[in-house]
């Protein structure tokens, strides 16, 4: 994978000042340096990866020689046992080595999947975020739509009321002529 260079030393920019911060005592979490470069978790844990190998070098195998007091008093006897010694050391550190290489692999897989996990959670949060966003703005268009529906009929029941108010007083005023001109016409007439 490929790495934009100056995403590289922010992390490990990051990485160093939080080591140092920490007296050299314990080195940082991927999280701890992921938030502080502001990188996404995929390409710090990588970028991580290289950087913890650069602080722990490789164990080299000691050779050390017998002290000369020893040497004098059981030379021979003394010289196998320190090689054998020696010799026993190096295994278990081999293969403690290679037991750490095969946990740091594991590691680094397990880091790897979480990373990608974290990642799509993340896409998936933003597209919930925009759904619920769309989905509010879409309900308050239909509530600025029935509210400008509703005034509209607020507006036609008054101007229906005020029609009925008009038309019952000229049904009154029709009613009262019809009343004037029945009187009229049951007068006798001269």
């Keep these: 994978m490929e790495i934009n260079p100056e995403v590289r030393d922010r992390i490990i920019d990051a990485a160093e000042r939080l080591y140092a911060e920490a007296n050299r005592e314990r080195l940082p979490t991927v999280d701890q340096v992921r938030r502080a470069a502001r990188a996404d978790m995929n390409t710090t844990s990588i970028v991580m990866r290289e950087w913890r190998r650069a602080q722990t070098a490789r164990p080299a195998s000691v050779t050390v020689d017998v002290p000369e007091r020893v040497q004098e008093v059981m030379q021979a006897a003394v010289a196998t ?16 080595q290679q037991a750490w290489e095969v946990e740091r692999a594991e590691a680094d897989t397990l880091r ?16 919930c975020k925009r ?51 029945m009187a009229v016409l049951k007068a006798p007439q001269t």
């Design 112 to 127: 790897t999947e979480l990373a990608e996990a974290y990642e799509q959670q993340a896409v998936e949060l933003e597209a």
């Design 81 to 96: 046992v320190w090689r054998e010694a020696q010799e026993l050391a190096n295994e278990s550190l081999a293969a403690a």
């Design 131 to 181: 759904q619920l966003a769309d989905a509010q703005a879409a309900a308050r268009a239909e509530i600025d739509r029935l509210t400008a529906e509703l005034e509209q009929m607020r507006e036609r029941v008054a101007e229906a009321r005020e029609h009925a108010a008009r038309l019952a007083g000229q049904l009154e005023a029709c009613q009262q002529q019809n009343k004037e001109l």
